[in-house]
């Protein structure tokens, strides 16, 4: 059984199969923060191809002591902003409410999302966040990932992490008290 | 827990987005490297074609600059005419030219020259006679 850093060896060396199994390994991560990230599912599967093609362009650059997932989320968090960039704004639609009521009834803590859903979600919960709150927010509170690591990722200090997601939590908070579920 | 942290908490333990075919998504970023090698490689053999017509270019130009070089010297180091004639015993002419570069002006400038030389009895009455 191959370790990752066997395998992250054998791809700095050059070696495709081994650089398969990294994609096979992290591809849904990636497209999950992509997803939430951009709202909209082809551009999502653009960003994972990007982030890919990146990783194996610099694996020789890449430090061995830092943690590979934290090496690849920045990859793909620069991607995800650019993209942002050159979007047009993603307005939510009248069913993208309807999606979320249906969310806030249901008491399942395990509920399963469709990606569909996570779209509509995102669009109506994220919508007027700014890039960089979007992405803080995806990361710490969608993604679930410490904040250090957080940092790591984002190049922000944690003061700029802590008021990034404070800001981003008003908004929601606000939209949500707007939507009448406060 | 309010309402924000309860649904932001479950969104985070929901399930997480799915890819729904994550093999194709595979094969295409495999595809796309395999594109971007060749496409690499393409680039890179363009390059060693390039660099190789570079040095013939360099090359050439050098020696041409070279000939240039020693065409001049070879053409700057010929023996002067007057020491020429020295060497050889001929005798030798300068021409002076009058000022100007058309006949008109070489024609008065000549006039002019004649009219200067004053001779004595002129002066004379010019500055005696008030002639």
């Known amino acids: 059984m191959q ?5 992250i060896r054998q791809c700095k060396g050059g070696n495709k199969e ?10 849904r991560a990636v497209f999950s923060l992509a997803l939430k990230m ?14 890919f093609i990146r990783v194996w362009q610099s694996i020789r650059d890449y430090d061995p002591q830092k943690p590979f997932s934290t090496w690849l989320y920045t990859i793909a968090s620069r991607l995800c902003l650019d993209h942002l960039k050159r979007m047009r704004r993603l307005l939510p639609l009248p069913e993208d409410e309807r999606v979320l009521q249906r969310f806030v009834a249901d008491t399942d803590s395990q509920r399963t999302l469709e990606n569909s859903e996570w779209v509509a979600i995102v669009r109506m919960l994220a919508d007027e966040l700014s890039p960089k709150q979007k992405l803080v927010f995806t990361l710490c ?8 690591e957080v940092e790591q990722i984002t190049g922000l200090d944690a003061r700029q992490v802590k008021s990034n997601l404070y800001v981003a939590r008003q908004t929601i908070r606000k939209r949500l008290t707007h939507l009448g579920y406060e | 827990m309010n309402k924000t942290d309860d649904i932001l908490e479950r969104l985070r333990t929901a399930q997480q987005p799915v890819i729904d075919d994550p093999d194709e998504l595979t094969e295409r970023i495999m595809g796309s490297l395999d594109a971007q090698d060749s496409q690499a490689t393409t680039f890179s053999l ?23 070089i020693g065409l ?3 053409t700057t180091s010929d023996t002067p005419a007057h020491q020429l004639h020295e060497q050889q015993g001929l005798p030798y ?10 006949l008109k002006d070489v024609y008065t400038s000549r006039q002019r020259k004649e009219k200067t030389t004053v001779s004595y009895t002129q002066l004379r009455s010019k500055l005696y006679e008030n002639k």
């Open chain 1, 3 to 7: 370790t990752n850093s066997d395998i």
């Open chain 1, 18 to 27: 081994a650089f398969r199994t990294v994609v096979q390994t992290h591809q």
């Open chain 1, 38 to 51: 951009l709202a909209d599912e082809e551009e999502a599967k653009d960003v994972v191809q990007e982030t």
């Open chain 1, 141 to 148: 509170q969608l993604e679930g990932l410490p904040s250090a």
């Open chain 2, 46 to 68: 363009k390059g060693r074609q390039w660099d190789r017509s570079l040095i013939i270019i360099r090359t050439v130009l050098s020696i041409a600059a070279l000939w240039l």
């Open chain 2, 72 to 74: 001049f010297i070879y």
């Open chain 2, 93 to 102: 002419y300068t021409y002076s030219v009058s000022s100007g570069s058309t």
